[in-house]
C-alpha cells in the first residue's frame, strides 16, 4: 500500500510569484491534514478536510494561502504571492480519524528567494 | 486552546545511556489521544507510540512513555539509547475525535558513541 506521496519534494520560488503543492492521500483514508514545518516553530496545523469537505482552517495565513480537495484521491495548497517566511518544509498527512494516527508524506520543501 | 510543550530544543547522549524526553500539556478538553512521532532526516514522521489512557504504560521500539493527567505529561523514555535512536522527536496530542493533532516544537535527539 502506498503511503502518503507529496510533489514537488522541493520547490523554489522568487518573492511574490505562486507556488502549488500537491497530495495524494493514502487510498480509503478519510482526513486530509496540512502542517508546515520549521525548525522554530515545529509543526504547525494548517487545514484538514473530511471526506473532501473543509473542516478547520484556523491555521492557514488567511490573505495568500488557499487548500483544496477536489476527490478523494488528491489536495493542493496554494501559496500566493509568496514571501521569504513562507520558506519551510509542508507536510501533508491522511487518517482514517479511528485511530486517530496521522500518516505523513516525505514532504514538499519550498524556498523562497 | 490545547498546547504542547516539548521544553528541550535538543538532547545529546551517550550510546547505552537512558534517555528522557519531556512533554507536558494543557487542554480543555477531557477526551483526549497522545501520540509521540519520530521523524529520521530526510523522511516522513511517523507514530512511534499512542496512548490515552491515564496511568498505564505504552511501548514499542524500546521506548515507552506513561499518560499522567495529574501531572498534565507523556515523557518519553529508553533504558538504553542507540545510535539509530538519533532522530526529531515530536509529542502530539488530538483534544477531541476527528479534529487535527496539536504538535510540540520537537526534540532533536543526538546519540553519540
Known amino acids: 500500500n502506498a503511503g502518503v506521496i507529496q510533489t514537488p519534494r522541493h520547490k523554489v520560488t522568487g518573492k511574490g510569484q505562486e507556488a502549488t503543492l500537491w497530495c495524494e492521500p493514502i487510498?480509503?483514508?478519510?482526513?486530509v491534514f496540512w502542517y508546515r514545518q520549521t525548525i522554530v516553530q515545529g509543526l504547525e496545523f494548517l487545514t484538514y478536510?473530511?471526506?473532501?469537505?473543509?473542516?478547520?482552517d484556523s491555521g492557514m495565513p488567511k490573505e495568500r494561502f488557499s487548500a483544496q480537495m477536489p476527490n478523494q484521491s488528491h489536495s493542493t495548497l496554494k501559496i500566493q504571492s509568496t514571501q521569504p517566511q513562507d520558506s519551510a518544509v509542508y507536510l501533508c498527512?491522511?487518517?482514517?480519524?479511528?485511530?486517530?494516527?496521522?500518516?505523513f508524506g516525505e514532504g514538499s520543501k519550498l524556498t523562497v528567494l | 486552546g490545547d498546547s504542547v510543550t516539548q521544553t528541550e530544543g535538543l538532547v545529546t547522549v551517550t550510546e547505552g545511556l537512558p534517555v528522557k524526553l519531556n512533554c507536558t500539556y494543557q487542554t480543555t478538553y477531557l477526551t483526549i489521544a497522545f501520540f509521540w512521532y519520530v521523524q529520521y532526516l530526510n523522511e516522513a514522521p511517523q507514530v512511534l507510540l499512542k496512548?490515552?489512557?491515564?496511568?498505564k504504560r505504552t511501548e514499542h521500539q524500546g521506548f515507552h512513555a506513561t499518560l499522567h493527567k495529574s501531572s498534565s505529561s507523556f515523557h518519553l523514555q529508553k533504558s538504553s539509547a542507540q545510535l539509530s535512536d538519533s532522530a526529531l522527536y515530536y509529542c502530539?496530542?488530538?483534544?477531541?475525535?476527528?479534529?487535527?493533532?496539536?504538535f510540540g516544537t520537537g526534540t532533536k535527539l543526538q546519540v553519540v558513541p
Open positions: 502530539a496530542l488530538t483534544p477531541r475525535s476527528g479534529t487535527y493533532q496539536r
Open positions: 496512548s490515552s489512557t491515564d496511568n
Open positions: 498527512a491522511s487518517s482514517n480519524l479511528n485511530t486517530g494516527q496521522l500518516y
Open positions: 478536510f473530511r471526506n473532501q469537505a473543509p473542516i478547520d
Open positions: 487510498s480509503g483514508h478519510s482526513a
